[in-house]
């Protein structure tokens, strides 16, 4: 199994460019998410997901946003990039079932707006 | 609203020290506990999850205990090594909504 595989790694964005992150798990877990991680400022929950066609907003959505057409996949866009956005972003996924929930996470997309 | 605190924030210890690292919150309402490892640039490593019927999980070197009802979780590290020097963080996973909360981490150092 691969776990929870993120791309890209590293990005520069300009100002106003919009893109995507890409998240994808091969372990069937209905639960996945994203977090962005600042210094000083711990990991925050950006969206979340319960299963294929569920979406929830999580601590800090804005400028942000989710689809989970499938199990697998969980991209998250930018619309429109602020440097405020400047940050590391980890994905992650777990089974929703409660004995079962231990999170898996990504390695983690470095993204720089310029 | 769920808030995660981990205490101390950084730690410098020599090698073969046994450690104590901190995890409160203040909502008892959660399925687990669960221990990440994070070294610098890199992603989270799970290390131990406890459920919240359970009082403590150990893995090798590791020990977690959790107090659900007065909102406390510890990890204890026995002999620590070199290799543990990495940030320690501590996330509880909401009964409501379902979505995981962090504690800001614990840095640690274990100077040979």
């Known amino acids: 199994n691969a776990g929870v595989t993120q791309t890209p790694k590293f990005q520069v964005l300009k100002t106003g460019q919009s893109m995507t992150l890409q998240c994808a798990q091969d372990m069937n877990h209905e639960y996945m998410s994203w977090y962005r991680q600042d210094p000083g400022m711990g990991l925050r929950l950006i969206h979340y997901s319960v299963g294929a066609g569920i979406t929830d907003q999580g601590e800090v959505p804005n400028g942000y946003n989710v689809s989970r057409s499938t199990t697998e996949d969980f991209p998250l866009r930018l619309l429109s990039a602020a440097p405020s956005q400047t940050s590391v972003y980890f994905c992650?996924?777990?089974?929703?079932?409660?004995?079962?929930?231990?999170?898996?996470f990504g390695p983690g997309t470095r993204l720089t707006v310029l | 609203k769920q808030e995660v605190t981990q205490i101390p924030a950084a730690l410098s210890v020599p090698e073969g020290e046994n450690l104590v690292l901190n995890c409160s919150f203040t909502d008892s309402a959660i399925y687990n506990l669960q221990w990440f490892r994070q070294d610098p640039g890199k992603g989270l490593t799970s290390l131990l999850l406890?459920?919240?019927?359970?009082r403590e999980q150990t893995s090798g070197r590791l020990n977690a205990s959790l107090d659900k009802s007065s909102g406390r979780s510890t990890l204890y590290i026995a002999a620590s090594q070199p290799g543990d020097s990495a940030t320690y963080l501590c996330a509880v996973r909401r009964v409501y909504g379902q979505n995981f909360v962090f504690g800001p981490g614990t840095r640690l150092s274990v100077l040979p």
């Open positions: 992650a996924s777990s089974w929703r079932e409660a004995r079962r929930n231990e999170q898996f």
């Open positions: 406890i459920q919240s019927s359970q």
